[in-house]
């Protein structure tokens, strides 16, 4: 039977898949019903430049209130979506929610509005033909421009399925920017750098973790700024949590970072209030 243990937490005791898939069948019936009558909600996190930590992007991260449980955070609810195949509703509202705030943040703030949102992406969700349709009719729906929209997905998920890769092709030439996020860290093949057709490299946090002690880390770091300025491709490195990381990743040639270092993901309206002041105040202000 399902345990829980700790506020908000869906613990997994698994000794066989059986209870495992009936733990994560718990999860996804509940989440149902979260998804039907408002218990979840997204949070915004910046991304930024690194040389004046003004917001390019945010990438919208969802989150789920529990009534019993609390807060229940995606790595404990999305592989449960992801299984019963509830990710397609719910990644349907997600990309429905973060397309409408975009508009919104345009409708506030103008030029001061996030350049892009990024909605993450699932396997699943990309494997299902039809997807790309479905942002098609969300873009037309929401009255947000194309560009102005990226989906990050991972590696994983494109590898070897012809289906994941049409529908990202299709997305593409809606005129959608495409990231692959945690690069590095799934079935890297250089190869898919070719054949998917990728605007953003995501560089996994466990890189940018020891940057600043040299060593194996820095040197995939560098390796991977360089693979992506040759092949022209935007490089954002993820979980920056300190200047001196900040610093060390700029020296190697990143310009774009995400992390606590600069926010924490934050409710729409913070994101908002951040992107009303000047730039040069938003620096090391995280
Ligand atoms: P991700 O897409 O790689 O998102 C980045 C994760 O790193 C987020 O965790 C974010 O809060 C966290 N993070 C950002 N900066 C830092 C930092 O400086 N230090 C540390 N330690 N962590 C940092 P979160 O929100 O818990 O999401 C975890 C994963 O769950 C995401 O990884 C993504 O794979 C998935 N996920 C989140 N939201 C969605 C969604 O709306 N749809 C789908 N399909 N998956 C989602
Ligand atoms: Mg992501
Ligand atoms: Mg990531
Ligand atoms: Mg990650």
């Known amino acids: 039977e399902a345990k829980s243990q700790g506020r908000g937490r869906y613990v997994v005791y698994a000794p066989d898949m059986d209870q495992r898939g009936a733990e994560q069948a718990r999860i996804a019936a509940d989440l149902r019903v979260g998804l039907d009558t408002g218990q979840l909600h997204l949070l915004y996190q910046p991304i930024v430049a690194i040389a004046d930590g003004s917001v390019y992007g945010v990438e919208a991260l969802v989150r789920w209130t529990h009534p019993q449980r609390g807060p229940v955070g995606p790595v404990d609810f999305i592989p449960a979506a992801e299984r019963t195949g509830l990710i397609v509703p719910l990644g349907a509202w997600i990309l429905g929610e973060a397309c409408r705030q975009a508009v919104r943040w345009q409708q506030e703030l103008g030029d001061r509005a996030p350049r ?3 909605v993450n992406v699932s396997a699943r969700q990309l494997r299902e033909a039809g997807f790309a349709a479905d942002v098609a009719a969300v873009l037309l729906q929401t009255g947000l421009a194309p560009d102005r929209l990226t989906v990050e997905v ?4 494109v590898f070897d399925d012809g289906t994941a890769m ?3 092709h299709a997305i593409k030439a809606l005129g959608v920017t495409i990231a692959l996020d945690d690069f590095g860290t799934g079935h890297s093949s250089l190869g898919l750098l070719r054949t998917c057709p990728v605007d ?3 560089v996994d946090k466990s ?3 020891n940057v600043t002690q040299g060593g194996q880390h820095a040197v995939v770091a560098e390796a991977l700024i360089h693979i992506s300025n040759g092949l022209q491709l935007r490089a954002v490195a993820e979980g ?3 200047a001196e990381q900040a ?3 700029y020296r190697l040639g990143y310009r774009y970072a995400q992390g606590y270092h600069y926010a924490r993901p934050l409710p729409a309206a913070e994101v908002g209030q951040r992107l009303s002041q000047p730039a040069s105040r938003l620096s090391h202000s995280g």
């Not at 991972?154 to 998920?157: D, S």
């Open 240 to 242: 920056v949590e300190t």
């Open 166 to 168: 049409a529908e990202l």
């Open 154 to 157: 991972t590696e994983t998920a």
């Open 200 to 202: 953003t490299l995501k």
């Open 116 to 118: 892009t949102v990024s």
């Open 207 to 209: 890189f940018v973790d």
């Open 247 to 249: 610093d060390a990743l």
